[in-house]
């Protein structure tokens, strides 16, 4: 009766190791999809951004200093 046990136990847990060694697998494999996914999304969104970047021009700002303010280079 102790020898069916430990080999039932043996048995039990060769396939939980089983089991769970393949849904670490699966996991594995399914995360490594997403790192991609989600590397691409952001090899996209910067190349737009940098994009967008260089078609804005840069405004001008009005400064209401005149030129009486501005004062003279000593040579």
Do not use: C, Y
């Amino acid at each position: 009766m102790g020898l069916t046990n430990f080999i039932l136990t043996v048995a039990g847990v060769g396939a939980v190791v089983m089991l769970l060694k393949s849904d670490v697998k699966q996991s594995v494999t399914v995360l490594r999809r997403n790192v991609k996914h989600i590397r691409h999304w952001l090899e996209e969104e910067t190349s737009a951004a940098s994009k967008a970047a260089q078609s804005i021009k840069p405004k001008e700002i009005e400064t209401k200093v005149t030129v009486k303010d501005i004062p003279k280079e000593k040579n």
